[in-house]
């Protein structure tokens, strides 16, 4: 049995992860602001992790075997948790996102051309820095703020780290508050055009519950370093949009859209697609997209 800290988990994926956990016969031990209790039989902490001595006030004289940090996004909170969480863990695993490959604020494609990106694509110590807050949209801030926090963690170790670098996460009909994959269904079950690129590329995916098995599995190993996570079989958005309407019994109208303009959630104008193969190496065993897909349309579905 192990002595796990979640820090959120407190929904989707994540509320996921802390059965998962529970379930497994580990002690699992949830902190966040208080917003929601978790599952009975997980201990619950209040406090804001941005708050630094807060935090250590919430977690007394506690220590951890693991800490799984589901909402890491800027490099505050990560020298937060740095600080804080030195000598108290043995292992620390932060949800990290496929968007730190993002070549729209890295200096060209990660890996070149359509070839999916491995994890040695980036270095986030040695990446060059996007600029600040204001210069950046939503989604490249989102981004830049993983990078950073990744970089935080890695340039001066305290524990024995892991970034998964997760693909886009779907399934769970309204667990999913990103609404990305229910844009397709209603639109497509509607009739309403789809908005694509030309040429889009494909890019990886990842079910909900395949990524907190994932998360689960990579605190009790031992490996470090980034770590991508996506199940087997990249696809692009006219995929996608053809495996919903198979679904549906409806087929899918699309409109394509300008070079650069702002298209459907999956619909990319860049390579986008992860190389899970380090993963599978060290012994976790995906599924394959086309698999799940047809289940997480039917969740999603009105």
Not at 135 to 140: E, I, S, T, V
Not at 150 to 165: G, K
């Amino acid at each position: 049995m192990q002595k796990i800290l979640v820090i959120g988990g407190s929904r989707y994926f994540g509320k996921t992860l802390v059965t998962r956990v529970r379930d497994a016969g580990h002690a699992v031990t949830v902190v966040n602001r208080g917003s929601s209790a978790p599952p009975a039989g997980v201990g619950h902490l209040v406090a804001d992790r941005e708050d630094e001595d807060g935090l250590r006030a919430a977690l007394g004289r506690r220590a951890f075997d693991v800490v799984v940090d589901q909402v890491c996004y800027t490099p505050r909170q990560a020298a937060v948790a740095r600080r804080v969480f030195a000598g108290r863990t043995g292992r620390y695993v932060m949800t990290s996102t496929m968007e730190v490959y993002d070549p729209a604020t890295l200096p060209g494609p990660p890996a070149g051309g359509r070839v999916p990106v491995a994890e040695e694509a980036l270095d986030p110590v040695r990446a060059p820095l996007a600029p600040r807050a204001g210069g950046l949209g939503p989604a490249h801030a989102y981004a830049e703020g993983k990078r950073r926090a990744e970089a935080v963690f890695l340039r001066e170790p305290a524990f024995p780290y892991v970034s998964v670098r997760t693909a886009h996460v779907l399934g769970g009909g309204r667990q999913d508050f990103t609404g990305r994959l229910a844009h397709y269904v209603e639109r497509i079950a509607a009739g309403v055009p789809v908005d694509v690129h030309e040429a889009p590329y494909a890019t990886s995916f990842i079910h909900h519950e395949e990524i907190a098995d994932l998360l689960h599995w990579a605190a009790g190993q031992s490996f470090t370093g980034p770590l991508n996570a996506a199940s087997h079989g990249a696809m692009d958005v006219t995929a996608l949009c053809e495996a919903v309407g198979a679904r549906l019994g409806r087929r899918p109208r699309y409109r394509v859209v300008g070079e650069s303009a702002a298209a459907s959630p999956f619909s990319f104008d860049r390579a986008y697609a992860m190389d899970n193969g380090r993963a599978a190496a060290l012994g976790f065993g995906f599924g394959r997209v086309a698999d799940w897909l047809p289940g997480a349309v039917a969740e999603a579905a009105p």
